[in-house]
């Protein structure tokens, strides 16, 4: 199972987007019963998660991105999803979703680029 994220583009400060990620080849029981992470990465550094959302249906979110970014997620379609709003330079990056913590082969993320 490979994740496969789209979604992403160039927008300016102040804009939204929404990442879909789709959990392609999973099976209903390990994608329902997995926590489920967006992650950033940045050139030169560590990959770093922003969100969460767990098998119990609940969210964690990163303080640089709490109250403006949102995880769903749709069990039937084997979805995760990422609200972004009010974006800002500093949410330039490579986005991934995996579950959390990482089990699956990364996918090639979704390049997020912010222009103030």
């Known amino acids: 199972v490979r994740p496969v994220e789209s979604g992403g583009g160039s927008v300016q400060a102040g804009g939204s987007l929404r990442l879909p990620c789709k959990a392609s080849g999973a099976i209903t029981s390990f994608f329902n019963s997995n926590r489920w992470g967006w992650y950033t990465q940045v050139p030169g550094k560590q990959r770093n998660l922003v969100a969460t959302f767990t098998s119990s249906r609940t969210t964690n979110y990163a303080d640089a991105v709490k109250d403006r970014f949102t995880i769903s997620r749709d069990s039937a379609r084997k979805m995760v999803y990422l609200q972004m709003d009010s974006l800002k330079p500093e949410d330039t990056a490579v986005y991934y979703c995996?579950?959390?913590?990482?089990?699956?082969?990364w996918g090639q993320g979704t390049q997020v680029t912010v222009s103030s």
């Open positions: 995996n579950t959390l913590p990482p089990s699956l082969d």
